[in-house]
C-alpha cells in the first residue's frame, strides 16, 4: 500500500470515522487492531510478528527500568540496537556474518522510527520524565499508522496528552478540520503532481557522475534535493492532516529547508523531529560525557565538534544501511563542526552584538542561504547514489 494511494486515504478515513466515535478501552483496543491491521497490509503476517515483537521487547526493557531503577541503560540498548542493526540487514553485516545466518524472516518497515521511539520512552521512563507507560498507549504509540513509516518522530508525552484529552490535537472547530483537509490535499498535490515532475530532473541512483558535466551533476542534485522536500513533507503534509482528525496531530517537520541561513539552520528546518531527537538522546549526553572526562574537560568547542560528528554519523546510519548513507551523515558531521568553529571565532572577533549585526546584514543572508543550500545538496549525492555508483565515483576522483 502506498503511503499516498487511494487505499491508505479510504484506510485513514476509515479509521478516523470509527475512532472518533468511539472511547475508553474500546477506542484503545480499535487503534491497535487499526495499526496491526495497516502493518499486514504492508507485510503479512509474519511482518505484523516481527513489528510488534520488536515493540513489545521494547516496552519490557522499558518497564525493567521501573522495576529495577538502578539498570544500567547499556543493558537495555544494546541489545535492542544490535537485534535492530540485524532486522534492517545492514551492509556490513554480510562483511562479518555468514550468509546463512542472515534472514528475511524478521523483515519488517519503519524499523527506524520505531527504534528511536523506544530509545525515547526507554530512556525517559529511567529518568522518571516519562509519566504514565500504558501499554495499549505504548503500542499505539510506536504503531501509530500515520507515522509508522517516515516519521514525524513524536514524544510519547505529546501522543498521550493528544490520545487521552488532555490536550486537544486541533481546535474542535469547523475551520480548524477543513483546515486539516486542505492540509491533506496540499500534501498530495506536493507529493503526487510536483514531486513526480521534479523527479524527471533528478539525478538516479544508478548515475555514474563522472560520465556527466559539472553543470549536469549538480542540477541532477538540485533536482533530487526539490524532490526529496517535495515527496518527504507532502507525506508530512498528509499525516499532520489525517493525524490530526484522528486526534493526535504529529509535529511539524519541515520549514522551506532551502532557505536555511546555515547549516544549524538547515537542520531545524529539515527532518526538525529528527534533529530534536538526535540533540537530546545523542549530541547533549556526548557533549556532557565529553565534558566530563580530563581529555576533553577544558575543550567545550572540541567536545563540541566531537559530539556533533558523532551525532550526524547516528543520523547517516539511521537513514539507510548503505555506506553512502555514513557518508552522508559523515558530510554533515564536517558542515556542522566547520560551521560551529566559524561562528565561535567570529563571536570572538566582534562580540556576539556585532556577529549578529553583521549576520543580519543583506549579503551575510543571502550568502549564507546560497553556502547552505549548496553544501546540503552535495551531500545529498551520498545520500542519492547505490554503493557500486558511489564506489566508482571516489574511485575516479581519489584514483583508487
Request: one cysteine or more; charged letters at 10%; glycine letters at 8%.
Amino acid at each position: 500500500m502506498s503511503l499516498l494511494s487511494a487505499e491508505f486515504l479510504s484506510f485513514s478515513l476509515v479509521t478516523v470515522v470509527l475512532i472518533v466515535s468511539l472511547g475508553g478501552f474500546t477506542r484503545q483496543l480499535a487503534f491497535l487492531i487499526f495499526n496491526l491491521g495497516f502493518v499486514w497490509m504492508l507485510l503479512g503476517t509474519q511482518g505484523t510478528v516481527s513489528t510488534a515483537g520488536f515493540c513489545l521487547l521494547g516496552y519490557a526493557l522499558a518497564r525493567a527500568h521501573l522495576r529495577w531503577p538502578d539498570l544500567r541503560l547499556a543493558y537495555t540498548l544494546s541489545p535492542l540496537i544490535v537485534l535492530f542493526a540485524y532486522m534492517r540487514q545492514y551492509e556490513f553485516l554480510q562483511w562479518i556474518l555468514p550468509d546463512q545466518i542472515l534472514t528475511s524472516l524478521l523483515r519488517t518497515v519503519g524499523l527506524s522510527f520505531i527504534l528511536f521511539r523506544i530509545i525515547h520512552v526507554i530512556v525517559d521512563t529511567r529518568s522518571r520524565t516519562l509519566g504514565t507507560l500504558g501499554f495499549f498507549t505504548y503500542m499505539n504509540y510506536c504503531l501509530s499508522f500515520t507515522t509508522l513509516l517516515m516519521g514525524p518522530i513524536q514524544r510519547y508525552q505529546d501522543f498521550s496528552d493528544q490520545w487521552h484529552g488532555t490536550r486537544q490535537a486541533i481546535d474542535l472547530t469547523f475551520e480548524a478540520h477543513f483546515d486539516a483537509v486542505l492540509r491533506i490535499l496540499f500534501g498530495l498535490v506536493k507529493a503526487y503532481i510536483l514531486a513526480p515532475w521534479v523527479e524527471s530532473f533528478a539525478l538516479a541512483p544508478d548515475t555514474n557522475v563522472l560520465d556527466l558535466s559539472p553543470g549536469g551533476w549538480i542540477a541532477g542534485l538540485y533536482g533530487f534535493y526539490f524532490f526529496l522536500y517535495l515527496n518527504f513533507s507532502g507525506y508530512c503534509d498528509v499525516v499532520i492532516g489525517v493525524g490530526s482528525l484522528l486526534g493526535v496531530r504529529p509535529p511539524e517537520n519541515f520549514n522551506l529547508p532551502f532557505l536555511a541561513r546555515n547549516i544549524s539552520d538547515f537542520w531545524l528546518r529539515q527532518h526538525r523531529s529528527l534533529t530534536l531527537w538526535l540533540t537530546d538522546y545523542v549530541f547533549s549526553p556526548a557533549y556532557k560525557a565529553m565534558l566530563s572526562g580530563r581529555a576533553l574537560a577544558g575543550s567545550p568547542l572540541l567536545a563540541a565538534t566531537l559530539a556533533l560528528l558523532l551525532t550526524m554519523l547516528v543520523s547517516g546510519l539511521w537513514h539507510g544501511t548503505t555506506i553512502g548513507f555514513l557518508f552522508f551523515g559523515l558530510a554533515h558531521g564536517v558542515f556542522l563542526a566547520t560551521y560551529r568553529v566559524w561562528d565561535h571565532l567570529l563571536v570572538g572577533r566582534l562580540g556576539r552584538k556585532r556577529a549578529a549585526a553583521l549576520r543580519s546584514t543583506w549579503p551575510a543572508r543571502a550568502a549564507g542561504i546560497f553556502l547552505t543550500f549548496n553544501a546540503a545538496a552535495f551531500a545529498f549525492l551520498f545520500f542519492r547514489l547505490d554503493t557500486p555508483h558511489l564506489l566508482l565515483l571516489l574511485k575516479g576522483v581519489f584514483g583508487a
